[in-house]
């Protein structure tokens, strides 16, 4: 009767799909499994932790072929399997009873993982909006950062109350009825531009495929910003209890600065949101950025609550921009002709970033000490990083022409 909520629901499911996907539920949820889990077999936590890094370097390596696939057949057909193998993994954690059985699992969560996440839903949200694709897709990773302040208490307070075992099967639950049965219900491309729609007319086949993307200086340049803030922040934010307790802090305050971050991350994706269709992207990114920087540098001699509070809220808004802002640079320069491709391209850049931080961190207080000197010198690379991306063209090419830089850059 009415075709206009289409776009609203589309967004809708895909909110929800990403809240339950594999950045809320596994990588949220694995702190709070992880003392239960090896508890229960006797593992130690390197043995047990173990599964979250198989995890992640599998989605780092599966993001580019699932990307390629979803152009070649669309969303929709790689998107339903891949949530429908997720939550029967989950739900499969609930049931082993061996460390290869939990390595295995955690190894088809990470091959599945990004189907369930970033890659398809920003594709879907990007063929639905075109004006107003800045705010769409800020709303669905304002679903992801939901999920990073509501998933750990939920799954504390189930296996409090049920068990770990149980636990599991509830998050499976959780996953296909809030992902599965809504993507199937609403989640496909859009058709093609209709009077009246803020779809963008023949969605799905203008633009750069991966190779002539990969020839551009535009592609190189967000990789190289990109990576420099992943590295600088997964580094920070992996250690930013432990630095704080470092310097007396109590674990309670600690805590609350983590959640104080995760509160300005959400806040941040808003933000981005609904300033990213008014103003141009790749200032308002190094604006962002700039100020995460400011919060990191704030943190390396934070020693008091207040700078701590101070330093989490201003790392915390400049997080919240990196995930609308990528897939929004890459659909504007690139066009969604091989969007998923090109993104899941950056997405392993940027994850093998967010695995090095942390370990650079750890170095750097080993070598150091402290973590005065690491924390500064990823200050400076998430700075370096911002300045990466000024250097990006104020005006999107056309999706039929080649994102080149002004001679200026």
């Not at 790689?78 to 949530?83: E, S």
């Not at 068990?163 to 996953?175: D, P």
């Not at 859009?190 to 086949?205: E, I, K, M």
């Amino acid at each position: 009767m009415n075709r206009a909520p289409r776009p609203a629901l589309v967004l809708g499911a895909s909110v929800f799909g990403i809240f339950v996907g594999f950045g809320s539920l596994v990588i949220f949820s694995f702190g709070v499994f992880l003392k239960p889990v090896s508890a229960a077999f006797g593992w130690s936590r390197t043995q047990a932790s173990l599964g979250f890094t198989l995890a992640a370097l599998t989605v780092a390596a599966a993001s580019p072929f699932l990307g390629r696939l979803v152009d070649r057949i669309g969303p929709r057909r790689v998107m339903l399997p891949c949530v429908a193998i997720y939550a029967v993994a989950l739900a499969g954690l609930a049931l082993v009873h061996s460390l290869a059985a939990y390595y295995a699992l955690y190894v088809a969560l990470g091959l599945v993982g990004n189907g369930t996440a970033h890659l398809c839903y920003a594709r879907v949200v990007s063929s639905w909006f075109d004006r107003r694709r800045g705010a769409a897709l800020a709303a669905v990773m304002a679903g992801a950062a939901a999920g990073a302040i509501l998933i750990p208490p939920l799954a504390t307070s189930l296996i409090s109350h049920y068990g770990w075992r149980s636990a599991y099967l509830l998050l499976a639950a959780m996953a296909v009825t809030l992902g599965l049965i809504p993507a199937i219900l609403f989640v496909h491309d859009a058709p093609t531009r209709r009077q009246g729609s803020d779809a963008p007319a023949r969605p799905h086949h203008t633009g750069h495929t991966g190779l002539s993307a990969a020839r551009t200086p535009v592609l190189w340049l967000l990789l190289a910003g990109f990576f420099l803030f992943s590295l600088s922040v997964n580094g920070c934010v992996a250690h930013l209890i432990p630095m704080l307790t470092d310097r007396s802090i109590t674990a309670d305050t600690a805590a609350l600065a983590a959640s104080l971050l995760g509160i300005f991350t959400l806040a941040g994706r808003l933000l981005t949101g609904a300033m990213l269709d008014r103003v141009p992207a790749p200032p308002l990114t190094t604006a962002f950025f700039t100020i995460a920087a400011i919060g990191v540098a704030i943190l390396s001699s934070a020693h008091t609550p207040n700078t701590a509070f101070l330093a989490a809220a201003l790392t915390g808004l400049g997080m919240g921009a990196e995930a609308g802002v990528l897939p929004y640079l890459i659909s504007r320069y690139f066009g969604l002709r091989s969007f998923t491709e090109i993104y899941g391209y950056a997405f392993t850049s940027y994850a093998i970033a967010g695995a090095l931080g942390p370990l650079l961190m750890g170095w750097g207080y080993d070598q150091w000490h402290s973590y005065l000197i690491p924390t500064r010198i990823l200050a400076a690379a998430m700075l370096s990083g911002a300045l990466i991306l000024a250097l990006l063209p104020r005006n999107h090419p056309s999706p039929s022409e080649p994102a080149t830089l002004p001679l200026a850059a």
